[in-house]
Nanobody, 115 residues
């Protein structure tokens, strides 16, 4: 069994910053690609960013230049630094990891504002 636990979501003001974390625990072998997705109310889940074991990254056009994905392989953790947040960034954020041919999802963490 593998569990993913996200943290770091919360209230944010326009142009503010948040850092999301996602830690994997349980029976961990070689984690491959790690990623962040998000889902806004009434919309489909969309890919935000991915990072490979070697550190290669890929971003959705909507977050390029504002978000940074990183990982700590020793801690089985992936991060998402979000800067210059916009209202359209409000969503539930989910991490996932590919490991041994399987895909695991976290439970999500909410990024919202005071409006």
């Amino acid at each position: 069994q593998v569990q993913l636990v996200e943290s770091g979501g919360g209230l944010v003001q326009a142009w503010g910053s948040l850092r999301l974390s996602c830690s994997a625990s349980g029976t961990i072998f070689s984690i491959n690609t790690m990623a962040w997705y998000r889902q806004a109310p009434g919309k489909q889940r969309e890919l935000v960013a991915t990072i490979t074991t070697g550190g290669s990254t890929n971003y959705a056009d909507s977050v390029k230049g504002r978000f940074t994905i990183s990982r700590d392989n020793a801690k089985n953790t992936v991060y998402l630094q979000m800067n210059s947040l916009k209202p359209e960034d409000k969503a539930d954020y989910y991490c996932n990891v590919h490991m041994m041919g399987d895909l695991y999802w976290g439970q999500g963490t909410q990024v919202t504002d005071s409006s």
